[in-house]
């Protein structure tokens, strides 16, 4: 009879131990989805976060050469007064000096 509990608790055991290990794969396989899963949202707002910082800074950019954009527009013409000035300049020196 000694014999006969004593198997009934070795089953017992191994029936716990089954039920325990069964628990304990189904809690890793949920936390490491869990795990991917959250991984994944990171790296979705790292690349949100890339995408916005690049949008902002093109933004910058814009409204300084918007900005900017009357001034290079006349830049033409005055390069050409400055050239037509400089030419002179250099009539009136030479003239100068001969």
Same mark, same amino acid.
């Given at each position: !009879?000694? *014999?006969?509990? #004593?198997?009934? #608790? +070795?089953? &017992? =055991?191994?029936?716990?131990?089954?039920?325990?290990?069964? $628990?304990?794969?189904?809690?890793?396989?949920?936390?490491? =989805? &869990?795990?991917?899963?959250?991984?994944?949202? #990171?790296?979705?707002?790292?690349? !949100? $976060?890339?995408?916005?910082?690049? /949008? +902002?800074?093109? %933004?910058? %950019? @814009?409204?300084?050469?918007?900005? *900017?954009?009357? *001034? %290079?527009?006349?830049?033409?013409?005055?390069?050409?007064? *400055?050239?037509?000035?400089?030419?002179? &300049?250099? @009539? /009136?020196?030479?003239?100068? !000096? !001969?």
């Amino acid at each position: !009879i000694l *014999h006969n509990r #004593w198997l009934q #608790w +070795r089953f &017992v =055991n191994a029936r716990a131990e089954a039920a325990m290990n069964a $628990q304990t794969v189904s809690s890793e396989n949920l936390l490491y =989805n &869990v795990w991917t899963q959250t991984s994944n949202l #990171w790296e979705s707002v790292a690349t !949100i $976060q890339v995408e916005l910082q690049h /949008a +902002r800074l093109a %933004l910058k %950019l @814009d409204s300084v050469l918007s900005s *900017h954009a009357k *001034h %290079l527009d006349g830049w033409g013409a005055l390069d050409l007064e *400055h050239a037509a000035t400089l030419t002179g &300049v250099m @009539d /009136a020196l030479e003239a100068a !000096i !001969i």
